[in-house]
């Protein structure tokens, strides 16, 4: 979950160079969406989640060509624009499901044992989808002439734009892309937590740790910085059961003592001027 966050998130700063702090908001309509066509609707398990990725998605590309688009080449604007979107997406699910705390039953019930240890099948699912998504992503980037687009358009913005490409429509593309994984990981962790208006919140706090941790735009770091904030969060829960409220301390204490030794993250670049 935190690799995909952390993914579409540098996905869409290194492209566009915007701060999308909506970004874990599009991940709790996802899981809304997710429960309302699955518990209240009734459909399957396979077309509610497609439906509630894509109905995010293309709303996500409507919030960016009305609201982000218009104030792009202001920084200090498209960061107030964000966070507004945010707080209007979590006070229209409280004003339509409340506040209350909503489960989703599993989709998928028993367990398989790894080295002595079982795992839900649940969330085994998580792992799957979320490694087939990265490596989509993957094939996306470099293998597709839009992947070539994207990252010749974070590499240098001025020179892709001068080179002929449309940079609005490539960073359109990059917005739905970046969005449709926070989406896919809204419905893949909605049966496995429970789902508030708040749940947003969280998972921002600890994707911006972890692209801070990797470097800015680098997609590598997000992975790696995803990888190690996950491990030090569960072996800090693991260590001290009592104090599992601790480990978003730590995490982010891990954060701060790499950027101390190393200011750009673990894969960022120290200036942008280096570019």
């Known amino acids: 979950m ?5 993914i ?20 709790m ?31 996500s590309v409507i919030c960016y060509r ?10 200090a604007a498209v960061l107030i624009a964000t ?8 006070e229209l699910m409280l004003f339509s499901f409340g506040g209350h705390y909503l489960g989703i039953p599993s989709t998928l019930e028993g367990a398989v044992r790894v080295l002595g240890v079982s795992i839900p099948l649940q969330r085994l699912l998580i792992l799957v989808v979320a490694a087939a998504m990265l490596a989509v992503v993957w094939l996306v980037l470099y293998r597709t002439r839009l992947g070539l687009a994207i990252r010749a358009t974070a590499n240098d913005l001025e020179v892709a734009n001068l080179m002929g490409m449309n940079v ?12 449709a994984l926070a989406a896919v990981a809204g419905v893949v962790v909605a049966p496995v937590f429970v789902v508030d208006p708040f749940m947003w919140l969280a998972p921002l706090v600890t994707m911006l740790a972890i692209v801070v941790l990797g470097g800015l735009g680098s997609l590598k770091g997000s992975l790696v910085g995803a990888l190690i904030i996950g491990y030090v969060e569960a072996i800090t829960v693991f260590v001290l059961p009592a104090g599992a409220y601790l480990k978003g301390a730590v995490a982010l204490l891990i954060m701060v003592a790499v950027l101390l030794a190393r200011p ?7 200036f942008e001027e280096e570019r």
């Open 2 to 6: 935190y690799a995909l966050l952390a």
């Open 8 to 27: 579409g998130f540098s996905l869409i700063f290194g492209v566009a160079r915007i701060v999308n702090i909506a970004h874990t908001a599009f991940y």
């Open 29 to 59: 309509l996802a899981a809304y969406c997710f429960y309302a066509l699955m518990v209240k609707v009734g459909l399957g398990f396979v077309v509610s989640a497609l439906v509630a990725v894509g109905a995010v998605t293309a709303l």
């Open 66 to 75: 009305l609201v982000i688009e218009p104030v792009r080449e202001h920084e």
């Open 83 to 90: 966070i507004a979107l945010a707080l209007i997406f979590q």
């Open 168 to 179: 609005n429509r490539v960073a359109m593309a990059t917005v739905a892309i970046s969005v």
């Open 264 to 270: 750009e993250g673990l894969f960022g670049v120290a």
